[in-house]
């Protein structure tokens, strides 16, 4: 019984894909949906067979995936055919287009992508147990050895290098971007941002952005699939652990024979993650991301991320340490991290919360690499250890980029929007302004005096940096400093 292809490519798209078929004398009976609901993309398993008018009455087995919107089509065919020509030991491993069946573009923008017949089920059906670990074991010894004999070395930017993993992600329409731009306090003149648990850590986007070149590094690459999780990896129907090698791997529109090789296994490493986080409280949320930046530590791990992590970093720490390159390898690692954080946190993802936490483990990565290459810039601060005024000019320097929403918390609105407005110069006759919004210097000498009180300097810093008006707002705020340091 053929399942509703509504469930593979969406309502929207039914229709129009049942069009392009007719006109094309082919009918599509979908099988099976090899994909669980854990990535906008989803695999399945058809029969496409001819209608009655055309000219054979052959039906063929293939692997249907659909690419939703904002994945680049161009050259995906051209991608495919690169990847399966390169490397002739590793073909065995990718799956090939289907013969005569070009990509479909759809209504919605989205692709449908025909393989020949690859296997019956994805590596997502795979519950954790020895299966997962020797499947995985065996793909990066394929994609990190058999597919790539000898990496190549590229000097260039982190930023550069950053960009290169994400893969045009964070283009203007990309989902990445679209994220990105719905939370200005992430920009990328944001250097710091706030994670789950209160720990300040260095904001990624503003590391792809280039703030923090010329930070360089010696790029490790060779042929990259560019797009590797558990629902592109096929599993024949005679995998086992004993054949772990009978698997494809499909969607290769990502390819690149010079690309980065720590994106991947690190990719594969958090499409793992991602099945597991809707199942976790926040406090083990924030121990899993400390510890897959910093997996020597000893945070206990869910065993499936705790191995597959382990296996993947391994296989690429082995190949480049044969060649001196073991601390390229390490530093890349975090990277691959950050990328495919920032990848994650644009994702329809399961589970509240998921996307932001990928957002912070690429923040908790980012600062992990940086303080890797000895990089990591001192978060300004302000420190309240003197009385004579020093602590004023401290105070009024320091500058955090943070959200105003991230630094109220419960607190209620209106008595900072009166706060703000009394901070700024005088108003001018005319110019619309209610100066009777204004507070009154004893309001913001209570203010300076609760942060001394409640070491709350952090809401002093952002009221500093809110302050965009002139220098009167300074010189009030310094006699109110001065005011508390000296009783």
Known sequence: MSLDLSLLVGNTNVRHLETTLKIDHRRLDLQALLTEGRTAAKVGHAMLSATPRAATQDAVACVVKYLPPGRDSVDEADRHSDAFKAGEEFQPQLSQMLAGRAPIVLADGGILMFYADAGSRTALSLHYSDDLVDLCRSVAAGVLGTWNPGFGYRPESASALLLDMLGGRLNPGRPLHTWLARRPELGPA????????????????????G?????TVSTLTGRTHGDLHLSNIVLHDEWSTSAPDRYKLIDLGGYEPDGPVAR??????LSVVARHLPDL?????????EALVHPRG???????IRDVARVMFAAGEVRADSKGRAKDWRQQWLLGYVAGGLSFAARDLPGDGAQQWFFDLAARAATAFLDAVGALPAEPKVIPAQ???????????????????????????????????????????????DIQARVTAAEVEAFVAWCAREDRWDRLIEVLEKMRYGEEPLDRLRAAIGATFSR
Do not use: C, K, Q
């Open 190 to 209: 944001t250097l710091w941002t706030t994670v789950a648990g209160g720990a300040r850590m260095i904001n990624p986007h503003a590391l792809a952005a």
């Open 264 to 269: 991947d296994p690190a990719h594969l490493v």
């Open 298 to 304: 000893r945070t206990r791990l869910p065993a499936e």
């Open 211 to 215: 703030a923090f070149d010329p930070v």
């Open 387 to 433: 009385r004579d005024g020093a602590v004023a000019d401290a105070a009024a320097a320091a500058v955090v980029s943070t959200s105003l929403s991230e630094v109220i918390g419960t607190t209620e609105r209106g008595p900072w929007n009166r706060l703000f407005n009394g901070l700024m110069p005088p108003a001018l006759p005319g110019d619309g302004r």
């Open 281 to 289: 409280r926040d406090d083990a949320r924030i121990a899993l991301a």
